[in-house]
Every structure is written in structure tokens, then in C-alpha cells.
């Protein structure tokens, strides 16, 4: 069966520092990856998705920036964190061609 | 463009009341719909979809039927338990890159 991991489960970080948040999958091949950004009381927002290894689309204009170094491997990063960048990230993958997502535990990012 | 309405919350509920949360949604073609449910600080879990007209998805007592005449897509139970309470999210996937389109998610929230 299939798996999502993410870590950290939490976070906190002072603004102006860098950034990195690890998806990994596991039990499946060439999923579509996802990040979004649950911000406190909010929806969801998708911040990137990804269809394969080195491909990185960005949904949102922001000092985020996503990579897929592995097939099975997603990452958020930053170089220099704001105050606005806290919330509760969550990866997500889905099948090729499938619609249904399937959502990891998620890391909460507090940014002081 | 594509969106998801759902209800305000909070819905506050005793044990074994009916629950309906309501959801709307606009699109074009024929999107998938689905319902997601938070529990506090973790991630999103898939609760039921559907993937065309009339058809129920159903899981754990919950069901919720894709009416295309309507454009709704609302949950509902029978039996409300106090381990429900939760954030229910309502959302649509339409193209083929998979993105999900969320609403605003509703607190469910469900007293002894």
C-alpha cells in the first residue's frame, strides 16, 4: 500500500532563515505531487505541483520555491522565511491520470 | 473560473443528530468532487468522491451525491458521534493535471 511521509511534523523558525520541508512516497511510481499551504482558520492553498522528476509548477508567486530531486521525493525550501509563511503545509500525491489526492500528516511552520 | 462554496461554520451538533453540510460548486465540463475531513492537527483524509452525475459516494456513514442539475455535492449522516467533530472540506478536480479546487472547510463540531 501506499505511504506519504513529511518531517518535520513541526517547525519554528526566526524570519530570514532558510527553509525545508521533505515529502517522500512511497509504494507507488511517477506519482503527481502537491504542496499547499493551510494558513490558521483558512482553506487550502496550492502552492506546486509537480508531474515528474525536475518538473515544478508554481501556483502562487511567493518566496517559496519547490524541487523534485527523485521520483518519490518532494521539497519546499526557502532561503529567507517571512512572518507570513506560517501555516501547516501539507504534501499530497495522486496516480497518473487518477483525480483523487491523498494527503500526508502535514508540518506546522511558525515563523517569529 | 472553477470554486467551491461551502456552509459557514461552525455546525454544532449533539450525539446522534443529523448532519448535512452544504456544498456548491462551479465548473466547467464534468469535474470530480470529493470530501475531505481534518481531524485537529493532522492532515487532510479522504472521506468519499464521486466521479459523475448522480453517483453517492459513501464511507462511514457519510453519504453525499453529485447533483449536476444543482451543481451540490452536500454531506450528510444520520448519526453524528462526538469522534466526528472535525473540519469537513469539500472540493472539485477538473483537469487532468488533478489539481484539487477546495472550499473553505466547515467545523463540525459534536457534543455528548
Known amino acids: 500500500s501506499q505511504t506519504i511521509h513529511q518531517w518535520p511534523a513541526t517547525l519554528v523558525q526566526p524570519v530570514g532563515s532558510p527553509l525545508s520541508l521533505e515529502c517522500t512516497v512511497e509504494g507507488t511510481s511517477n506519482p503527481n505531487l502537491y504542496w499547499y499551504r493551510q494558513a490558521a482558520g483558512r482553506g487550502l492553498q496550492l502552492l506546486f505541483y509537480?508531474?515528474?522528476?525536475?518538473?515544478i509548477s508554481s501556483e502562487v508567486p511567493q518566496n517559496l520555491s519547490a524541487s523534485r530531486p527523485q521520483d518519490r521525493q518532494f521539497i519546499l525550501s526557502s532561503k529567507k522565511l517571512l512572518l507570513s509563511d506560517s501555516g501547516f503545509y501539507l504534501c499530497?500525491?495522486?496516480?497518473?491520470?487518477?483525480?483523487?489526492?491523498?494527503f500526508g500528516p502535514g508540518t506546522r511552520l511558525t515563523v517569529l | 473560473g472553477n470554486s467551491v462554496t461551502q456552509m459557514e461554520g461552525p455546525v454544532t451538533l449533539s450525539e446522534e443528530a443529523f448532519l448535512t453540510i452544504n456544498c456548491t460548486y462551479t465548473a466547467t465540463g464534468y469535474p470530480s468532487l470529493f470530501w475531505y475531513v481534518q481531524y485537529p492537527g493532522e492532515g487532510l483524509q479522504l472521506l468519499l468522491k464521486a466521479t459523475k452525475a448522480d453517483d453517492k459516494g459513501s464511507n462511514k456513514g457519510f453519504e453525499a451525491t453529485y447533483r449536476k442539475e444543482t451543481t451540490s455535492f452536500h454531506l450528510e449522516k444520520g448519526s453524528v458521534q462526538v469522534s466526528d467533530s472535525a473540519v469537513y472540506f469539500c472540493a472539485l478536480s477538473r483537469d487532468n493535471t488533478d489539481k484539487l479546487i477546495f472550499g473553505t472547510g466547515t467545523r463540525l463540531q459534536v457534543f455528548p
Open positions: 499530497a500525491w495522486s496516480g497518473t491520470g487518477e483525480r483523487t489526492q491523498y
Open positions: 509537480s508531474v515528474g522528476i525536475g518538473q
